[in-house]
């Protein structure tokens, strides 16, 4: 770490029990969501007259959240979903951690007999959300939320005697000040090796927003 560098290490882990109920062809779904934040915060701070101090905390938290959902199938062709991720807010004396609620709809059809089209769309209220350490200014606003953020995905998954291959893309708004799309390419595939066994691989391109400012003054 050099002089006037900053190290951020915030990790989120989490635990969602669900509950399921079916009725026809319509399904209803609740989950409740466990959120355990493990973080670090590391900084050289050099002043012309005081020199050098490094600053460390490190520390955890925890919040909760939820989910509610509904899946209506049409005809056994074609399916419709749709769920609500509740927001979630905590904090301690060092971090703040402020999550959006996100809104998604889900649409599956089957093309062909095996081959299935999937499509999502998701709403992301991230404006003003994000993590944030207190006496840490966020200058370039990477941390926080400057807009919320819309995403889209599509892909194809293909089922043929014991194997499975699919194809897929997603594009998400940056919702930091600089803007513009990140782009995730996914190819993957399984192998059912019995009833209760398989394997599966899944390689993922990602391609994110250019981010450049002048800091110099």
Not at 196 to 201: G, L
Request: glycine letters at 10%.
């Amino acid at each position: 770490l050099n002089p006037n560098e900053v190290r951020l290490q915030p990790i989120l882990l989490s635990l969602t029990p669900s509950l399921a109920y079916r009725w026809g062809s319509l399904s209803l779904g609740v989950s409740l969501e466990y959120l355990y934040a493990d973080y670090g915060f590391d900084q050289i701070q050099c002043r012309p007259t005081a020199g050098c101090e490094e600053i460390q905390l490190e520390g955890q938290n925890h919040g909760w959240s939820g989910n509610l959902s509904a899946t209506w199938q049409f005809s056994g062709r074609v399916a419709v979903a749709l769920s609500h991720q509740l927001p979630s807010d905590f904090h301690d004396e060092s971090l703040q951690v402020a999550l959006p609620a996100i809104t998604r709809v889900y649409l599956s059809a089957l093309m062909m007999e095996g081959l299935h089209w999937h499509h999502s769309y998701s709403y992301s209220q991230w404006k003003d959300k994000g993590m944030s350490f207190v006496g840490y200014p966020d200058n370039l606003e990477l941390l926080i939320g400057q807009k919320n953020s819309h995403r889209y995905a599509t892909g194809l998954d293909y089922e043929f005697n014991q194997w499975r291959v699919g194809l897929g893309f997603s594009v998400d708004q940056a919702i930091d000040s600089f803007g513009g799309y990140d782009y995730r390419y996914r190819v993957g595939g399984g192998w059912q090796l019995a009833e209760r066994w398989s394997v599966d691989f899944t390689y993922m391109y990602e391609q994110y927003a250019g981010k450049s400012a002048d800091i110099g003054g």
